[in-house]
């Protein structure tokens, strides 16, 4: 028998406990490791709330869940409750699910300004995440800029801009439903250091900011290069450039009937914000692309903001005992491999790129490490405890581990407390998932 921890339950966690299920079979015993007292991640508190259909990928997950050999460990902190060498003495292999859950920090001046967030701080306030439900961010301003071009920004965008209408079936949290619908935002600037053939939005999100209810995207035709370029594209872009060119082209009379302008600033860079303990304002920089980087002209100018979200990626947060690399803000690892018996996986493995799809073979292709690793002897022989040794550490001191039935039980109360139309109303703190296993 092998015994696999997996640290972190979203979509890398889970498609590498599915993969061990297909290489091992029974020899394989999973516990799926998370912080938090509910698992999926990124699913839960990263993917848009008005992205069910991207969330139901958690039914597959849950098919994993349920089998014999996998178990969800929830409400454990790993590198605070139980160390790594802890780890890698009670299981064979453990591997690093854990994402991306930091901000990529601004690092311009007036970024510790108030009202000024990081997407995983905003995304996780929108989506009921514990450690951001509080963030409380003031929308009774009238220019909201979100830094970035790529998927991210586009939904920060699109969430500031729905009506209550458009939420419909969504389950957007309670708190930020509430905010939003009071909010006095009109003009959402997307700013982009680089130009349009140079943006990460991908074609079905981008579309969708051409059928909003209250808004409209408008983009400078003057910012488009000649039409004839987009032809070396490969097709994902020049889909979503040929959407660009049909914002650029919309009318005037169909811009004018929404009240919120959704503003595409391509080749402007931050600078600098400013405002009186609260930003008010951002300065940037214009650019022109050379050798496809940004390179600023010189020429600076200033637009009002009441509210900046900066969506220019995330860093994994670093566990004591797990070499990590600083510049890529991930664990250090050679494809997948820390060291034999350590592994990452995953947005911890390559950082935050690609679709939710992208970790499957991340996930099988770690597993298959992990049986050249037994192969070669590297993990020795099958000894170690696994479970049950968990368990007695985790009795002796005295965890409060939640497993998947637990996380049933919070899930079905989630469920009963859902608005009119929305699939649930998340618990949006950890004293109240737990509380609600009964
Ligand atoms: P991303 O796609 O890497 O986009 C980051 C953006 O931030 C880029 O436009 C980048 O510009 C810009 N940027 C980075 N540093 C900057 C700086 N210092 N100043 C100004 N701009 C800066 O990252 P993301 O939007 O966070 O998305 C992460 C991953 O999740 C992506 O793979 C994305 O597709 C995926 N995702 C998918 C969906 C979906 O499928 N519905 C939804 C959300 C996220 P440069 O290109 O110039 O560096």
């Not at 079979?25 to 938090?36: A, Y």
């Not at 209408?165 to 957007?172: L, M, Q, T, V």
């Not at 020049?238 to 009240?259: C, D, N, Q, W, Y």
């Not at 049950?388 to 637990?406: K, N, S």
């Amino acid at each position: 028998m092998r015994h696999i921890a997996i640290v972190g339950s979203g979509p890398a966690g889970y498609y590498t406990a599915e993969a061990a299920q297909k290489e091992f079979g029974d020899d394989v015993r999973v516990d799926i490791f998370d912080l938090l007292p509910v698992p999926y991640g990124l699913i839960r508190t990263g993917v848009a709330p008005d992205h069910q259909s991207i969330k139901a990928v958690s039914r597959r997950y849950e098919k994993t869940a349920l089998s014999d050999n996998v178990r969800f460990v929830g409400n454990v902190t790993v590198g605070r409750d139980v160390t790594i060498p802890e780890l890698q003495e009670l299981y064979d292999a453990v591997v690093l699910a854990t994402g991306a859950p930091k901000d990529r920090p601004l690092d311009i001046p007036g970024a510790e300004l108030g009202n000024v967030f990081g997407s995983a701080a905003f995304v996780g306030w929108y989506n009921g995440h514990p450690e951001f439900a509080e963030l409380d961010p003031d929308l009774s301003g009238k220019t909201a800029v979100v830094i970035g071009m790529g998927n991210v920004a586009l939904d920060v965008a699109r969430i500031l801009a729905k009506t209550q209408n458009e939420f419909a079936g969504s389950d957007i949290v309670a708190h930020a439903l509430d905010a939003l619908m009071a909010s006095k935002i009109e003009r959402i600037v997307i700013l982009g250091r680089r130009g349009p053939h140079q943006i990460m939005m991908t074609p079905k999100e981008l579309g969708e900011l051409g059928e909003l209810e209250r808004a409209a995207p408008h983009v400078d035709p003057r910012d488009l290069p000649d039409e004839a370029e987009d032809a070396i594209l490969e097709p994902g872009l020049r889909k979503s450039v040929t959407l660009i060119r049909g914002f650029a082209a919309m009318p005037e009379h169909i811009r004018a009937e929404k009240r919120i302008a959704i503003e595409f600033d391509f080749f402007a860079q931050p600078m600098a914000l400013s405002g009186d303990g609260k930003v008010e304002s951002i300065e940037v920089e214009r650019t022109e692309v050379v050798a496809g980087r940004a390179s600023g002209t010189g020429e600076r100018y200033s637009i009002p903001a009441s509210l900046v979200v900066s969506c220019i990626g995330y860093r994994t947060t670093p566990i004591p005992d797990v070499p990590f690399d600083e510049r890529q803000g991930r664990f250090a690892n050679d494809d997948g491999r820390i060291l034999p018996g350590l592994y990452a996986v995953g947005w911890a493995r390559r950082g935050p790129s690609g679709t939710i799809g992208t970790n499957k073979p991340d996930g099988f292709g770690v597993v298959k490490l992990i049986r050249e690793d037994i192969e070669s002897g590297a993990l020795g022989g099958a000894a170690r405890h696994g479970r049950p040794g968990f368990d007695a550490l985790a009795e002796a001191r005295g965890l409060d581990v939640v497993t998947f039935r637990d996380w049933k039980k919070i899930e079905e109360a989630e469920e009963r407390a859902a608005r009119e139309g929305a699939p649930r109303e998340k618990f949006v703190d950890i004293e109240a998932m737990i509380r609600a296993r009964g």
